[in-house]
């Protein structure tokens, strides 16, 4: 291979990348701290090659051009001086005044004396040859280099980890450029060997850049990853290229062996460059044709944002989410909100499940998203999931923050209204109970028949008022240890006609206010006697048992006819009843006091029973 091919090659090659990294740095990556002197360095470094090229291949006039751009050393080294001012954040007006008049004096010098001669040498046509006189302008470019480099050596101690790496790269790649063109010297010193350092010039200004980016700019590490591994290709091709010409020296192909090696590597580099150019838009363009919606825009998240917020409920969420995102991807998607995972049920339909996470650490809880069977959707596809399940998380949390707001407002309006409508209560059984005293008063002489009816509908009326102000009133409470078996007793009591079947254990005891307990329990019992009347064999139940929690559960339940399904939803509401003659307010009340307590109650089953209710109250040791 022709060496000075090569060597007039990685001049093309030096004053490419120098070039355009100027460009791309002057464009990209303007807010960079010393950016722009970094970019006219560059600049310059590329302006060296390209008149080294002009002087040896060029005519007379390009090669006088490209001596011209030879001798613009002086001001690229002021360049690099401001480039490290400005870096370690040093810069002073008058001192980089002075050095930049410094270098144009110089600059100018040089071009007006017609420093230098370009003379053959070796191989070369023309090569530049230096007077003696010259070493003075070599000084000062020198001087004012060494001067940077000390002050990044100054610097150093104080560094931070990052910037050591970034100085650290910065002197590396120095001494790669200057071990690189010291034998460009070897005309003017009178040493006839080749300057073979001159061919790893190019790598001069990408190690620059690159090592003072790294730390800064993700797309530095990207180009760099592409730069390496066009680098390994590029020394496959070689290897494939001769291996090609030996076969086809050896098989009688004689065109394609008399090609030279040089053609067939410049050709297999320059087609290995365009697919490594096409490579990116291709994949992009493939990647949307298969999976449609694999990018995103502001646009979309802006509507998947507001498409998320509008649900007002947990199904309603569900079904937003798994619409949309199955629109965007063009295929049914399946979202899961809930602390469970489900299972294997989805038929390899891709989804996310979106739950609330238990805190770290003391931290509360909050909600997050998992991808669901997406193993084999591309890094791209996959990120959209990503997205996608965190405006799902935060849809999540605020819906689950509203939710809770409307419940503690609900239950703030329902108190307040119960607070109102006790006062009215109160209100109305004072004023009614004088008419019925005077109504029951003016029945005394009235037939007996008369007296009694008269009399079993005031006392409806006084029950159906005390009711009311039961279920409407404060619910005060004085808790207290309560033996079960006890409070059983005690309401048994009161019911003497009908025998009550007691399961109980006699150390299990409640932690609530007995007076609130016999009525709760009461109420129930009373319920159930209701219920019975007429059957020939009356039977109610009381069992109770501890809780793993430390709750005690408490059973009421008898062998009447049992709830009717279309009561069972709406058993607890005021109102609503199954009793003959019943005011509707009975399992209202139990709730509330049940509630007060902490627990709850509800309708459930035992064997052998055809009306079971369960009751949670706290225990007490």
Same mark, same amino acid.
């Given at each position: 291979?022709? +060496?000075?091919?090569?060597?007039?090659?990685?001049?093309?090659?030096?004053?490419?990348?120098?070039?355009?990294?100027?460009?791309?740095?002057?464009?990209?990556?303007?807010?960079?701290?010393?950016?722009?002197?970094?970019?006219?360095?560059?600049?310059?470094?590329?302006?060296?090659?390209?008149?080294?090229?002009?002087?040896?291949?060029?005519?007379?006039?390009?090669?006088?051009?490209?001596?011209?751009?030879?001798?613009?050393?002086?001001?690229?080294?002021?360049?690099?001086?401001?480039?490290?001012?400005?870096?370690?954040?040093?810069?002073?007006?008058?001192?980089?005044?002075?050095?930049?008049?410094?270098?144009?004096?110089?600059?100018?010098?040089?071009?007006?004396?017609?420093?230098?001669?370009?003379?053959?040498?070796?191989?070369?046509?023309?090569?530049?040859?230096?007077?003696?006189?010259?070493? +003075?302008?070599?000084?000062?470019?020198?001087?004012?280099?060494?001067?940077?480099?000390?002050?990044?050596?100054?610097?150093?101690?104080?560094?931070?980890?990052?910037?050591?790496?970034?100085?650290?790269?910065?002197?590396?790649?120095?001494?790669?450029?200057?071990?690189?063109?010291?034998?460009?010297?070897?005309?003017?010193?009178?040493?006839?060997?080749?300057?073979?350092?001159? +061919?790893?010039?190019?790598?001069?200004?990408?190690?620059?850049?690159?090592?003072?980016?790294?730390?800064?700019?993700?797309?530095?590490?990207?180009?760099?990853?592409?730069?390496?591994?066009?680098?390994?290709?590029?020394?496959?091709?070689?290897?494939?290229?001769?291996?090609?010409?030996?076969?086809?020296?050896?098989?009688?192909?004689?065109?394609?062996?008399?090609?030279?090696?040089?053609?067939?590597?410049?050709? @297999?580099?320059?087609?290995?460059?365009?697919?490594?150019?096409?490579?990116?838009?291709?994949?992009?363009?493939?990647?949307?044709?298969?999976?449609?919606?694999?990018?995103?825009?502001?646009?979309?998240?802006?509507?998947?944002?507001?498409?998320?917020?509008?649900?007002?409920?947990?199904?309603?969420?569900?079904?937003?989410?798994?619409?949309?995102?199955?629109?965007?991807?063009?295929?049914?998607?399946?979202?899961?909100?809930?602390?469970?995972?489900?299972?294997?049920?989805?038929?390899?339909?891709?989804?996310?499940?979106?739950?609330?996470?238990?805190?770290?650490?003391?931290?509360?809880?909050?909600?997050?998203?998992?991808?669901?069977?997406?193993?084999?959707?591309?890094?791209?596809?996959?990120?959209?999931?990503?997205?996608?399940?965190?405006?799902?998380?935060?849809?999540?949390?605020?819906?689950?923050?509203?939710?809770?707001?409307?419940?503690?407002?609900?239950?703030?309006?329902?108190?307040?209204?119960?607070?109102?409508?006790?006062?009215?209560?109160?209100?109305?059984?004072?004023?009614?109970?004088?008419?019925?005293?005077?109504?029951?008063?003016?029945?005394?002489?009235?037939?007996?028949?008369?007296?009694?009816? +008269?009399?079993?509908?005031?006392?409806?009326?006084?029950?159906?008022?005390?009711?009311?102000?039961?279920?409407?009133?404060?619910?005060?409470?004085?808790?207290?240890?309560?033996?079960?078996?006890?409070?059983?007793?005690?309401?048994?009591?009161?019911?003497?006609?009908?025998?009550?079947?007691?399961?109980?254990?006699?150390?299990?005891?409640?932690?609530?206010?007995?007076?609130?307990?016999?009525?709760?329990?009461?109420?129930?019992?009373?319920?159930?006697?209701?219920?019975?009347?007429?059957?020939?064999?009356?039977?109610?139940?009381?069992?109770?048992?501890?809780?793993?929690?430390?709750?005690?559960?408490?059973?009421?339940?008898?062998?009447?006819?049992?709830?009717?399904?279309?009561?069972?939803?709406?058993?607890?509401?005021?109102?609503?009843?199954?009793?003959?003659?019943?005011?509707?307010?009975?399992?209202?009340?139990?709730?509330?006091?049940?509630?007060?307590?902490?627990?709850?109650?509800?309708? @459930?089953?035992?064997?052998?029973?055809?009306?079971?209710?369960?009751?949670?109250?706290?225990?007490?040791?």
């Amino acid at each position: 291979m022709d +060496i000075y091919r090569v060597y007039y090659f990685s001049l093309v090659i030096q004053g490419c990348i120098s070039l355009g990294l100027a460009a791309w740095l002057w464009a990209k990556a303007p807010h960079q701290s010393g950016i722009k002197p970094l970019a006219l360095f560059c600049v310059g470094i590329g302006c060296w090659a390209l008149g080294q090229l002009g002087m040896h291949l060029g005519g007379d006039a390009v090669a006088a051009l490209g001596k011209r751009l030879v001798n613009c050393g002086p001001i690229n080294a002021v360049f690099f001086l401001h480039f490290v001012f400005r870096f370690l954040r040093r810069e002073r007006p008058r001192q980089l005044l002075a050095v930049y008049l410094l270098g144009i004096v110089t600059l100018v010098l040089i071009q007006l004396l017609d420093m230098g001669t370009l003379a053959p040498w070796l191989g070369f046509r023309r090569y530049y040859f230096f007077p003696v006189w010259g070493s +003075i302008p070599g000084i000062i470019v020198s001087s004012i280099s060494v001067w940077a480099y000390l002050l990044l050596l100054a610097a150093w101690p104080a560094a931070a980890p990052r910037q050591r790496g970034k100085i650290l790269a910065i002197w590396f790649a120095g001494v790669w450029g200057s071990g690189a063109s010291l034998m460009f010297l070897n005309a003017s010193l009178g040493i006839d060997i080749f300057p073979y350092s001159v +061919i790893l010039l190019p790598g001069y200004a990408l190690l620059l850049v690159f090592g003072i980016l790294r730390y800064d700019l993700m797309v530095v590490n990207l180009w760099a990853n592409r730069l390496l591994a066009w680098l390994v290709l590029m020394a496959i091709a070689v290897a494939l290229a001769s291996l090609l010409l030996s076969v086809a020296a050896r098989t009688g192909f004689a065109p394609l062996a008399a090609m030279p090696l040089w053609q067939l590597w410049l050709l @297999g580099t320059a087609m290995l460059g365009v697919m490594l150019v096409l490579e990116g838009p291709s994949r992009r363009a493939m990647e949307r044709l298969v999976f449609p919606g694999a990018h995103l825009e502001a646009g979309v998240l802006a509507d998947w944002r507001l498409r998320l917020d509008a649900a007002s409920s947990w199904p309603e969420l569900e079904r937003i989410a798994a619409s949309t995102l199955g629109a965007h991807l063009r295929q049914p998607m399946r979202v899961v909100l809930g602390d469970a995972r489900p299972a294997g049920d989805g038929a390899g339909k891709p989804g996310v499940h979106c739950y609330l996470a238990a805190g770290k650490d003391g931290e509360a809880p909050h909600w997050r998203s998992d991808l669901m069977e997406w193993e084999g959707a591309t890094p791209s596809v996959t990120r959209v999931g990503e997205v996608f399940g965190a405006l799902l998380a935060a849809a999540a949390a605020r819906l689950d923050q509203l939710l809770r707001y409307a419940e503690h407002e609900k239950e703030r309006l329902q108190q307040a209204h119960l607070l109102e409508l006790g006062g009215l209560a109160a209100t109305v059984a004072h004023e009614l109970r004088n008419p019925l005293n005077i109504i029951s008063m003016a029945a005394v002489m009235a037939p007996p028949e008369v007296r009694a009816e +008269i009399r079993a509908q005031i006392e409806r009326a006084d029950h159906l008022i005390q009711d009311l102000l039961s279920y409407s009133g404060e619910v005060r409470l004085n808790r207290q240890r309560m033996p079960v078996a006890e409070l059983v007793q005690r309401v048994a009591a009161g019911h003497p006609s009908q025998a009550i079947d007691v399961d109980v254990d006699q150390a299990l005891c409640l932690h609530i206010d007995p007076m609130r307990g016999e009525q709760i329990l009461g109420n129930l019992i009373g319920n159930a006697m209701a219920m019975l009347r007429g059957r020939s064999d009356p039977r109610i139940l009381v069992a109770a048992e501890a809780q793993a929690d430390g709750q005690v559960l408490l059973r009421v339940c008898d062998n009447g006819p049992g709830v009717p399904a279309d009561l069972a939803a709406d058993l607890f509401q005021p109102f609503t009843t199954r009793r003959p003659g019943g005011t509707g307010l009975g399992l209202a009340i139990v709730r509330r006091l049940v509630e007060a307590h902490g627990g709850s109650v509800r309708l @459930g089953e035992r064997a052998g029973w055809n009306c079971c209710f369960e009751l949670l109250l706290p225990g007490s040791p």
